[in-house]
């Protein structure tokens, strides 16, 4: 038996680990067809905080069980998240979602200007940042 941890790879003797039961899917009903595909594939299932899952009554109904309670889960946590969203909108009027834009300091500012007459290894080995990080400040510099 091999053990694969690829989800698409997985065929015929091979035993498929992961790590919690809701990792396979987002919903009940595609953790359960998956489950199901493997099962009619000879695909053993091993949940390393649950064992291997059987295709017995006792295994199916703790299977259907455990990923119910993980899309609660997942669908509280979503809920959530959106009224924090909302609060923050009702009560911050500078709120943005996302990411903040990374400031322009003046160490970046230094270090484009260099990187406009020197290669961008030089650039890194003269200011000691990595080649992708001069390769991002010219980006975010010359978009800005």
């Not at 790590?19 to 899917?25: H, S, Y």
């Amino acid at each position: 038996m091999t053990k694969t941890y690829y989800r698409n790879k997985a065929k015929g003797g091979d035993e498929l680990i992961v790590a919690k039961l809701d990792r396979l899917g987002r919903k009940t009903s595609d953790v359960i067809s998956f489950l199901d595909k493997c099962s009619n594939e000879n695909i053993t299932v091993n949940v390393l905080n649950m064992g291997r899952l059987d295709n017995s009554p006792g295994g199916r109904l703790m299977r259907n069980v455990i990923s119910s309670f993980a899309e609660y889960e997942r669908d509280m946590i979503v809920s959530r998240t959106q009224e924090g969203k909302a609060y923050a909108k009702q009560h911050n009027p500078h709120y943005r979602e996302g990411r903040p834009k990374r400031r322009i300091t003046d160490r970046y500012q230094a270090i484009y200007e260099y990187s406009l007459k020197h290669s961008i290894k030089e650039t890194a080995l003269a200011t000691g940042v990595s080649e992708s990080t001069v390769k991002r400040i010219r980006r975010q510099i010359r978009y800005s």
